[in-house]
């Protein structure tokens, strides 16, 4: 018999015949092997959207575990790239430890990979899952740029504080809470829908902010074979209740004439804008001559005069008309009782052979228009961004000239800067739904997953 003993001097084991034998008190169980099991882990989001180049792209949470282990001992890699060319192994990046970690992809190209996960548990053993990762192309402006997921066709944009904006779809009844400075998904969403009473999309096109009162109009046209909807003639009100990620929105009321009571008072002023043509069976809204609304904001110092900014018809609807707005005086009456609007002097501003994509104003009744094409072709037509005070005696100031080389067009303001500071910036959305964001052919309202489909939010200086 052979004894060992450890430093501490005491005789622990004997070896007989072979054979070793604990024989020293106070070890038992505790000198078998560690029993652990088999590791597990989940990811926050199985499908991801990024961009090359882009600053701030989102996160995904990795949450790992294994029974008998210290979380912190866990390795937490990306062992595999179906696609290098669009993101490979080592352009994931995992940080944090223990029980959750964060992991962001920097695309090195346009495309769709998938990314394996892996967990490694401190006996070797592993776990995985995979990351079905989307990469549009580099964008001008990438900086300066953010990528609201969830919805591509964003069209319109009010401010809630805090660094948040509510954010409307033309393709959904669904408005969805942002954080401005970050990438990613919606913070929350509400859908109306059943509220208004309505079945189909509204086509949300143009909103406004009064208080705590945020006014939501639809497009008010033919869709796009020129049948009629009755549901794209609905304008609402939510109310708002905090700000930033505590904002709450709660249905207020609704207004389904809009139209109607425009076409009345065009016909009775002598059809001068052909808004009943423009409205007529079979009509497009997005032509020259056609009726289509995308802007809303309340006239100077004003909280029940509001202004209806027209993306079609032109005035008059030639090629260089001029941009039309007609002031709704009683808009606070029409969705808080019901009453027929009334309207003002129409008013036609030039943007240059534009028309009014969106409208917004601050406090200080400093107005910022985006002016882009009353064609469907919103790619390749220009688009500008003009500066007024909302004297209808007054004409508009071009601030600058919007790119247009990327995909989507501008379509919302979230808020206006004081105009009188050097350097201010404002902050505008594109609405990408046509657009091919991932180089297959797929345009992007008809992904077949809703983390892929985004719109993109940029800062723009825009004074000097």
């Given at each position: ?40 882990i989940a990811l926050s989001a199985s499908y991801l959207s990024g961009a090359v180049g882009a600053t701030g792209d989102p996160a995904v949470n990795v949450t790992v575990a294994q029974s008998g282990a210290d ?33 962001v992809v920097a695309a090195r190209g346009q495309g769709y990979t998938d990314l394996t996960v892996k967990v490694t548990g401190v006996d070797g053993q592993t776990a995985t899952k995979t990351l079905h990762y ?229 406090a200080a009744n400093q107005y910022l228009i985006v002016a882009g094409s009353w064609a469907a072709d919103d790619n390749s037509d220009p688009y500008a961004l003009y500066s007024w005070d909302g004297d209808p ?72």
């Amino acid at each position: 018999m052979q004894d060992y003993v450890f430093s501490s001097g005491r005789r622990t084991a004997a070896v007989i015949g072979g054979v070793l034998t604990l024989t020293a008190v106070g070890l038992g169980s505790q000198a078998q092997a560690a029993s652990y099991g088999t590791p597990s882990i989940a990811l926050s989001a199985s499908y991801l959207s990024g961009a090359v180049g882009a600053t701030g792209d989102p996160a995904v949470n990795v949450t790992v575990a294994q029974s008998g282990a210290d979380t912190a001992a866990l390795a937490v890699t990306v062992s595999k790239s179906s696609k290098t060319a669009v993101a490979a192994t080592g352009d994931a990046t995992v940080t944090g430890t223990g029980a959750t970690r964060q992991l962001v992809v920097a695309a090195r190209g346009q495309g769709y990979t998938d990314l394996t996960v892996k967990v490694t548990g401190v006996d070797g053993q592993t776990a995985t899952k995979t990351l079905h990762y989307a990469a549009s192309a580099s964008v001008q402006n990438a900086a300066d740029t953010r990528y609201f997921s969830g919805s591509s066709d964003a069209s319109a944009a009010v401010d809630v504080g805090g660094g948040y904006a509510v954010v409307a779809d033309d393709e959904s009844n669904t408005l969805r809470l942002y954080d401005r400075s970050k990438s990613g998904a919606p913070v929350k969403t509400w859908d109306f829908t059943s509220k208004i009473g309505v079945s189909k999309e509204m086509d949300l096109e143009a909103a406004t902010r009064v208080g705590d009162t945020i006014y939501w109009t639809g497009s008010l046209g033919n869709n796009k074979d020129g049948d009629y909807k009755s549901d794209r003639n609905t304008v609402f009100t939510t109310t708002v209740s905090g700000s930033g990620a505590s904002t709450t929105l709660t249905y207020g009321r609704s207004y389904k004439k809009l139209r109607d009571n425009l076409v009345s008072w065009d016909k009775a002023n002598g059809n001068r804008y052909g808004f009943a043509a423009g409205t007529a069976s079979g009509e497009l809204p997005k032509q020259i001559d056609g009726f289509n609304v995308e802007g809303l904001e309340f006239a100077p110092g004003s909280t029940t005069t509001a202004y209806v900014g027209f993306r079609a018809p032109l005035a008059p609807a030639v090629p260089g008309g001029k941009a039309l707005i007609v002031p709704v005086t009683n808009f606070d009456k029409v969705l808080s009782s019901g009453s027929a609007a009334t309207f003002g002097t129409p008013i036609e501003l030039d943007l240059g052979g534009l028309s009014i994509r969106d409208i917004r104003k601050n406090a200080a009744n400093q107005y910022l228009i985006v002016a882009g094409s009353w064609a469907a072709d919103d790619n390749s037509d220009p688009y500008a961004l003009y500066s007024w005070d909302g004297d209808p005696a007054h004409a508009p100031v071009k601030r600058l000239d919007l790119p247009t080389s990327d995909p989507g067009g501008w379509e919302a303001i979230v808020d206006v800067p004081d105009l009188t500071v050097s350097g201010a910036r404002a902050q505008l959305i594109t609405d990408d739904g046509s657009a091919d964001l991932y180089g297959d052919g797929t345009e992007a309202k008809d992904l077949t997953h809703d983390e892929w489909k985004k719109s993109r939010a940029t800062w723009f200086t825009v004074t000097n």
